[in-house]
């Protein structure tokens, strides 16, 4: 199946394929994904990816193992779809997730988006999710997400979210923790970040 998914694809469509799929994977592990032909990323025993001209691949479990997170893109979509725990999230700039994102903890999920288009700092990229990006955070356990923005003075290259101390902190690049910068947003609890819904 991962072989020649466009052989699959013949006989189920894109749609079944997909689901069929991704059917196999909601119980899966990473062991088994590697057996299966995924790449084990290395340094993370919880995350594997599959690459080829048909589809990309990037499977995740939480550090628990109870939920699992997959980033799924085919060759003439503007980027990653996100599906969580056997449900796709559905709503704008869903299929557009950058295709890597973490467990920051058990429960919650982040992956980058486009930021707003807007934005006085926006343009294009060679990744096509733009200068600017946002940052979509789901909760694995409540299933619920929300799609974090920088203000119109802020510039997000690269986002990230990381929990430290019971607070959740965003940063506008990857690395700016490591560097000792400031966070963008600071989220006291999961409540807090994700937003009254």
């Not at 189920?12 to 790449?39: H, I, K, N, T």
């Not at 990653?80 to 467990?103: E, F, H, N």
Request: net charge negative.
């Amino acid at each position: 199946w991962l072989d020649d998914p466009c052989k699959v694809q013949l006989v189920l469509g894109r749609d079944g394929y997909r689901e069929a799929m991704l059917s196999l994977l909601e119980q899966a592990q990473p062991g088994d994904c590697v057996a299966a032909g995924f790449r084990e990323d290395a340094g993370d025993a919880h995350r594997a990816h599959f690459n080829s001209d048909e589809l990309y691949i990037v499977f995740h479990t939480s550090p628990d193992g109870l939920h699992r997170a997959v980033l799924w893109a085919e060759p003439d979509w503007p980027g990653a779809a996100l599906w969580i725990d056997g449900r796709w999230i559905v709503g704008p700039k869903m299929s557009q997730c950058d295709r890597a994102g973490q467990w920051v903890d058990e429960r919650v999920f982040a992956v980058q988006v486009p930021g707003p288009e807007d934005h006085r700092g926006q343009g294009l990229d060679f990744g096509g999710l733009g200068m600017v990006r946002g940052l979509l955070v789901v909760d694995a356990s409540a299933q619920r997400y929300r799609i974090l923005e920088p203000s119109k003075d802020e510039h997000w290259a690269s986002p990230w979210l990381v929990k430290e101390g019971g607070r959740w902190l965003v940063y506008p690049e990857c690395k700016g923790r490591e560097r000792g910068d400031m966070p963008s947003r600071v989220f006291g609890t999961v409540d807090d970040l994700l937003g009254a819904q």
